[in-house]
């Protein structure tokens, strides 16, 4: 059974950090090249960050680029955001997505709410 379990989601005040967690299993992980995208109320899905099967190539949304990192762990079936300097705009639910193209598998965490106010 394929799984992607989010975590590290919270209350954070503008300026602080959050780092999330998604633990994968039911696939081979190392295979996929993982995201993380975010949904805000009232606005569409978007893709934060993506990271390669092997991590060595990443791509960031304008908006967060320079404040958040996204990295794996592939002997964990861990994929990570660590985010600094947060504002406001970042509140969202964070969901992590697995996507392979070659294999046609597409896979989806429940996602973990982030909330930014002071």
């Known amino acids: 059974q394929v799984q992607l379990v989010e975590s590290g989601g919270g209350v954070v005040q503008p300026g602080g950090s959050l780092r999330l967690s998604c633990a994968a299993s039911g696939f081979t992980f190392s295979r996929f090249p993982m995201s993380w995208y975010r949904q805000a109320p009232g606005k569409e899905r978007e893709l934060v960050a993506r990271?390669?099967?092997?991590?060595?190539?990443?791509n960031y949304a304008d908006s967060v680029k320079g404040r958040f990192t996204i990295s794996r762990d592939n002997t964990k079936n861990t994929v990570y955001l660590q985010m600094n300097s947060l504002k406001p705009d970042d509140t969202a639910v964070y969901s992590c997505?697995?996507?392979?193209?070659?294999?046609?598998?597409?896979?989806w965490g429940q996602g973990t709410q982030v909330t930014v106010s002071s």
């Open positions: 997505n697995a996507f392979n193209s070659y294999l046609s598998q597409d896979y």
């Open positions: 990271i390669g099967s092997v991590g060595g190539s990443t």
